[in-house]
Nanobody, 122 residues
């Protein structure tokens, strides 16, 4: 299993970035996918999630209304559109796959990408 993030960088407050996570060597469409982030000195936190079963999404309160998670199963790619970025969004962002469901059967996994740095500064 490989998860490779891209799209991080340096942006000014109020700016936007779009993160991508390209998956390989597993059945991407069956997996629940997540974006986590970890800021210096802080614990890793869940930012957004999207179900592999029905596409339902979840957002942390801190990013609700500013971030959008989506997926393209045909391209095995997960996205995180980040708008109205704030300095508090500065962190390493990680792609995660944690549950595969096929019909009514689900199995737990815990796959991680290497992370991509997002820095919001003026």
């Amino acid at each position: 299993v490989q998860l490779v993030e891209s799209g991080g960088g340096l942006v000014q407050p109020g700016g936007s970035l779009r993160l991508s996570c390209t998956a390989s060597e597993f059945t991407f469409s069956r997996f629940d996918m997540n974006w986590y982030r970890q800021a210096p000195g802080k614990e890793r936190e869940l930012v957004a999630a999207i179900s592999g079963v029905d596409g339902r999404t979840y957002y942390a309160d801190s990013v609700k209304g500013r971030f959008t998670i989506s997926r393209d199963n045909a391209k095995n790619t997960l996205f995180l559109q980040m708008n109205s970025l704030e300095s508090e969004d500065t962190a390493v962002y990680y792609c995660n796959a944690d549950r595969e469901c096929s019909g009514y059967v689900c199995e737990e996994y815990d796959y991680w990408g290497q992370g991509t740095q997002v820095t919001v500064t003026s």
